[in-house]
């Protein structure tokens, strides 16, 4: 079938109909099933970072090499093996009358007070009540489906009993194939998530079903407060599991825990027993009769005392959304390749496809770590959500970015109250926040400013990709009640005649305190673009120019330079003599890169300023997306095999899993925003930007080392 049949049915199927469709730019289509192909995921051993996933975009499920969540122990350093959605959240029981204002925290700027919601360390109650807000509401784990296996003498199955491990992860189904083998009998299990509903299912082939020996064990935890887990399996007495039999084919088990209220039901073939041989564990007992089961684990908030789908139709509808999902949007071939690298560049752009499709496509901008396991208590961070989901728009996946933005409108009124407690217009995005847009306490989080622009970002995105009024009346109230912000938040020196950021905001480099920040090189920029584009959404819409905003733009302050550098800050003289100063992230060069080049920006300044931050910055101590942030400055700048140099950086935090996870540290496995950052600065370094005109390819080298073909992708702005 063609690229644009495909296209159409992918958009008949989610309800988009955009005016325009990129054509593949190719004379010769790619082989996109082979491309795909060559880079499934085996696993031949029990490996804590080498767990796979299924998912949808709303719900993942992640499993070690039995194909279910058999051994999750072992994993529990490592990828651990969590099922999560996106609805699935829990708060402890506010026994002790927290209140959110306990812990506001007034900041001196420009002659008045600001209140910031910061995380106390003393006094007690304040210590506590910051606890209470950062840990609540936090992500769930909604149950952990795994075998139980027993040896033939009778004993459990240890890891090690396993023997001849054989894991394949299906790129182009979304199905993840395992075969091991127990005292020498074969075991076979197909498990594939539902891409329409928080549904798995296995299907599994053995000998031992006919003997007892194998069955299905799916137990419940209740919720933790803990940083990175999302389970409790020491407090049994906090929760309730109440089991109701569904005919002679399937169950449903009601979950309470505390004020949260869940469903979880069951469809299984032939005629197998369930029991409740403890409080919140079930298990699926095979009646002897078939050496095949299948069974499917439908979650949901609430539900009918209905079967869900079966096993098999979910591994259908897996196969046909999947196929989709790869014959549509954008794709990169890069086999003929010379140069060493381009392997595995290779490998990373089409994992990071799959992994940010199953993990980041979702109704509400994700957690840093997915539908995997909890980081920050499960909490998004809207600094990150550009680098989760705007390469959906780069790679023709538009209807994927879009299914997060309408969160904003649910966080909208928690926005705008946040703006107006701080004596500020419009509204103000949180940082770190929840599915319902409260701000956590920190002592960074809500001092940061540079999420503000991305909404302006997505809907010019969404503008760029349909180009119709619809698109422009369906967002134009959170662009404007943005942008408002903005313009109030910038302050107007009345000595120096110019309009300021700060002090009262820590940069994207958060080396910086609040106390003392002004102006950071980045933030600059991204607030001079951001308005920019306020004001174009105003004239699409024959709206006059808002008077308040050209102000702003007209008097910005410039940005700050030294010694023919670019400064972090302009209250950071010394950026590049701090030690400090050259670690974390480098986002003076999202000024020109991430953002494209305004009058203000000098491109010999800034490259003066990239030489000096490739020769000299700390890299042993960044982050998986400034590797991406990097490389697409040195694609504008026209330094395209530096820009490859930045993009496969030699470095632990640029470390990319056998299943495509970027690894950054002990308690920070797997980093999404790290995925999605490579799509995007691949998409750029492919198809180019506004403007760019040159030879193909603007991001790879012209030595004949690289052989790049693409087809579907867009250009950055």
Known sequence: MTHLFYRLVLLLLTGYAPLVLTQPKPAIRIDRRAVVGRHNVVV????????????????????????????PELYQKGVSLGTQAQWGWHSFLNTQQYRIEEVYKDYASHGRTVPYTYAYAAPARKKAVS????????????????FGLTNA??????????????QELDLWTGEIRSHFELNGQPVDAVTVAHQDQDQVAVLVRSPLLKTGRISLKLCFPYGSGDWQRADDWQSPDKHSSQLKLLRTSGARIDRTLDTTHYVVRMRWTGRPTLAQPERHAFVLTPDQ?????????????????????????????????????????????????????????????????????????????????????????GRPHLEMHWWHAAHFAQWNRIELLEKSLDWYRTARHKARELAQRQGFDGIRWQKMTDRDGNESPSTVSPFLIWQQPHFLYF???????????????????????????????????????????GPGLIPAQERFKPETTVNPTFELAYWRWGISVAQQWRQRLRLARNPKWDDVLKK????????????????APDSYTAPEYMTDHPAVLGAYGFLPAS??????????????IMRDWHWPDTWGWDYPLTAMTAARLGRPGQAIDALLMPVTKNTYLPNGHNYQRDNLRIYLPGNGGLLMAVS??????????????????????????????????
């Not at 869900?308 to 390749?337: C, H, I, K, M």
């Not at 004949?704 to 867009?714: F, I, K, T, Y």
């Open 44 to 71: 031949t051993r029990f490996d804590s970072l080498q767990s796979l996933s299924v998912g949808n975009g709303e719900f993942a499920f992640t499993v070690d090499p039995t194909g279910l969540q058999t051994f």
């Open 131 to 146: 606890d209470w807000f950062r840990e609540n509401p936090h992500r769930l784990h909604l149950g952990q489906l795994g």
């Open 153 to 166: 003498d009778g004993t459990a199955v240890r890891p090690e009993d396993l023997k001849n491990v054989w």
């Open 289 to 377: 009769q078939s050496d095949s089961l299948a069974v499917s684990v439908h979650f949901s908030e609430k539900a009918p005392d209905e079967l869900p789908e079966s096993a098999a139709d979910t591994r259908t509808n897996s196969y046909q959304r999947w196929e989709l999902f790869w014959q549509s949007g954008g794709a990169v071939d890069l086999a003929g390749s010379t140069d060493p690298r381009s392997t595995e560049l290779e490998r990373r752009i089409i994992l990071s496809q799959y992994l940010t499709k199953i993990q980041c496509a979702g109704s509400m901008p994700p957690q840093e770590t997915g539908l995997t396991y909890n980081s920050w208590y």
């Open 459 to 501: 809907a010019e995105l969404c503008y760029r990709h349909y180009r119709n009024p619809t698109v422009l009346e369906k967002y134009k109230d959170l662009v404007f009640e943005t942008a408002d912000f903005m313009a109030s938040y910038a302050y107007f020196d009345p000595v120096r005649k110019r309009y300021v950021l």
């Open 556 to 571: 910005l302050s410039s940005l700050p330079v030294q010694d023919g550098l670019y400064l972090a800050a302009e209250s």
């Open 599 to 612: 009058p203000q920006l000098d491109v010999a300044t800034m490259q003066r300023t990239f030489d000096k």
């Open 684 to 717: 750029m370094m492919c198809a180019g930007w506004d403007g760019y005109a040159g030879e193909p390819n603007p991001g790879f080298p012209k030595d004949g080392s690289w052989q790049v073909r693409w087809e579907g992708l867009n250009q950055m702005p």
